[in-house]
């Protein structure tokens, strides 16, 4: 959305659900292509998406300058040979790389021969994809890394913005809010389990109807009081959600450069980090974040919950919306344009 604000291009997804952003709402005026049809199904849902990518994006040949985004980029084959391609890589595939043994566990032993077998092809075709490029633009000296790391390849950093005009302080609330995915890389459950021995804090908690972790830290929480999950269809309410929040909490592991944060400092809100991966780059130790140990132990998130309270939160509130402009949209706007010319 924010590539299209800069650019006024037409946007090509796997699929366009309810759940997601409502482009419409946010005065898209482009044109909304559908690789596919909507699907959910794990497994099944990532394997589709692959061959839609691959067989069904022939209208590519239309465009001079194609950005691809993400796990997609089998469909450069079927760009000209003259058209700029450039890929904005938020991460190299986790399931294929760094987070593979993470995933791996998730699959039943008797199914890990034909995982490894297809992580196998995907991960050569990525990697013959990816050579195609004519630009790699990622969003985070630590992403940057990884992708030298794994792929031998050298990127143009570009970090994603945060339309100022969107997220401003409304108020200070009675909750802190959690917005990460329900997935095992996020940590949420932690987030709950520190807060489950907080009863007199409230968490709030964002979900997405199908989080692969929802049923599970539902089962934590079930009988808390001060726990509560929201999910936001069309993910309206989200700005407001944050902007009348005490604070957020983002734990993952080794995450790449991740907007909702930036948008937490530009509503006002101090962010309880992990002091591991691409975030690093936006904070302001103590004064708009407050970085915890790695390993995000449960102790280390109470600790910082009962250092971050509201008094101390809205006093960082002004170095939080200072260091939120460093990435507004017009400086990335600016940046785009010049690595696209």
Not at 88 to 105: A, E, G, N
Not at 179 to 186: C, G, I, N
Not at 318 to 339: M, P, T, V
Request: net charge positive; proline share 4%.
């Amino acid at each position: 959305m924010m590539m299209w604000k800069a650019l006024k291009s037409d946007i090509a997804s796997g699929f366009f659900s309810k759940w997601s952003f409502d482009l419409k709402a946010e005065w898209f005026t482009g044109k909304m292509i559908l690789v596919s049809s909507e699907i959910f199904a794990k497994w099944f849902r990532h394997i589709k998406l692959k061959f839609a990518f691959l067989f069904k994006t022939g209208f590519l040949k239309d465009y001079d300058t194609v950005i691809f985004s993400g796990d997609c980029i089998s469909a450069v084959r079927n760009c000209r040979a003259d058209t700029k391609k450039i890929y904005y890589c938020h991460t190299p595939p986790r399931y294929l790389y760094d987070l593979r043994s993470i995933y791996l566990k998730k699959v039943p032993v008797l199914l890990r021969p034909i995982f490894n077998i297809v992580s196998y092809v995907f991960k050569a075709s990525y990697e013959k994809d990816i050579q195609k490029m004519d630009l790699i633009l990622t969003n985070s000296k630590n992403t940057q890394a990884r992708i030298k790391e794994f792929l031998w390849l050298d990127s143009q950093i570009l970090y994603p913005p945060v339309d100022l005009q969107e997220f401003s302080y409304i108020d200070q609330k009675d909750y802190y809010l959690s917005f990460a995915r329900l997935s095992d890389a996020k940590r949420v459950d932690r987030i709950v389990q520190a807060f489950l021995q907080m009863p007199d804090k409230k968490l709030r908690v964002i979900y997405w109807e199908n989080d692969p972790q929802k049923e599970q830290i539902f089962g934590l929480a079930e009988n808390a009081k001060n726990i509560e999950f929201i999910t936001l269809p069309g993910n309206k309410g989200f700005k407001e959600m944050v902007a009348n929040s005490i604070a957020t909490l983002y734990i993952p592991i080794d995450e790449d450069f991740w907007m909702s944060p930036v948008e937490s400092m530009a509503a006002g809100k101090p962010v309880i980090w992990v002091d591991d991966g691409g975030l690093k780059e936006s904070i302001l130790h103590n004064k708009t974040w407050l970085l915890i140990n790695k390993q995000a132990n449960i102790t280390d998130i109470i600790t910082a919950v009962d250092i971050i309270t509201p008094k101390k939160a809205l006093e960082m509130r002004a170095d939080c919306e200072a260091r939120a402009k460093d990435f507004g949209l017009d400086n990335f706007e600016e940046q785009l344009r010049e690595y696209i010319k």
